[in-house]
């Protein structure tokens, strides 16, 4: 083993019974991107070895329930994304979305790029770089972003990659609210938009996760193909996936 790396430190849980209500039919290629976590995510320190066995609840599941925010053939771009929380999730849950795992460090697209790989995802692309240099020539209808930065500092490399009407999504703790409002001042200088705090995934993950959405309005890159912006998806909307 080599130095610096971390050995698998606890058993894998079998997944939970609200995992097969989250991933559909996705729960096989979820619980084998689980057991890559588990196991080359520890050895190669992407994760710790005390994460695996609250993988699903505090990782996979708390993630995945990110999608209800996220419309129909949608574009995401994971700024930051480590080890694939939480845009692997969302492009293996959603195949009608196009994903681009944004990632500055080498061992990490590795992972990424073998994970992407193993799960057979297509419309998962891994990227290396750093989101502010992605300025000018990446644009999105969504960027996701997982333990990153303060939010002040996120919206900075995140909105200049946004269409206009796309959103940031990124996911917070217990003090999302006073992040937002220390930060949304400074924010709002950065690009015209509207901001708020939201929780997904009521009665699929406890807690539910929490999520400040920064929604631009300025114009901002080209448009999104086919025209018009995405519109949000509505319960009867047909899923990119069956349930």
């Not at 096989?28 to 991107?33: E, G, K, L, N, S």
């Not at 329930?65 to 480590?82: K, N, Q, R, T, W």
């Not at 999504?169 to 901001?195: F, I, T």
Request: charged share 30%; with cysteine.
């Amino acid at each position: 083993m080599t130095s610096g790396t971390e050995e698998p430190g606890a058993t894998l849980p079998a997944p939970p019974p609200q995992a097969g209500a989250v991933f559909g039919d996705t729960l096989p290629t979820a619980a084998r991107y689980a057991e890559l976590l588990a196991d080359d995510g520890v050895r190669r320190g992407l994760i710790g070895p005390r994460e695996v066995p609250r993988l699903w609840e505090r990782h996979l599941i708390n993630c995945a329930v990110v999608e209800e925010l996220i419309p129909e053939g949608a574009e995401v771009v994971d700024i930051g994304s480590g080890a694939g929380l939480p845009g692997l999730v969302l492009g293996l849950l959603r195949p009608d979305v196009r994903v681009t795992l944004l990632e500055p460090l080498l061992r990490r697209t590795v992972f990424l790029d073998e994970a992407v790989e193993t799960l057979g995802l297509a419309n998962v692309e891994v990227r290396r770089g750093r989101a502010e240099e992605a300025h000018g020539e990446l644009y999105t209808d969504f960027v996701t972003a997982r333990a990153v930065a303060p939010l002040g500092r996120l919206a900075g490399w995140s909105l200049p990659l946004l269409r206009k009407g796309g959103s940031l999504l990124a996911l917070k703790g217990e003090q999302a609210e006073a992040e937002l409002a220390e930060a949304e001042k400074d924010v709002s200088k950065l690009r015209p938009g509207v901001c708020d705090v939201i929780r997904v995934g009521r009665g699929k993950v406890d807690p539910a996760t929490t999520v400040v959405r920064v929604t631009v309005t300025s114009d901002g890159g080209p448009p999104a193909p086919g025209g018009s912006q995405k519109k949000a998806r509505s319960g009867k909307k047909k899923r990119g996936r069956k349930r």
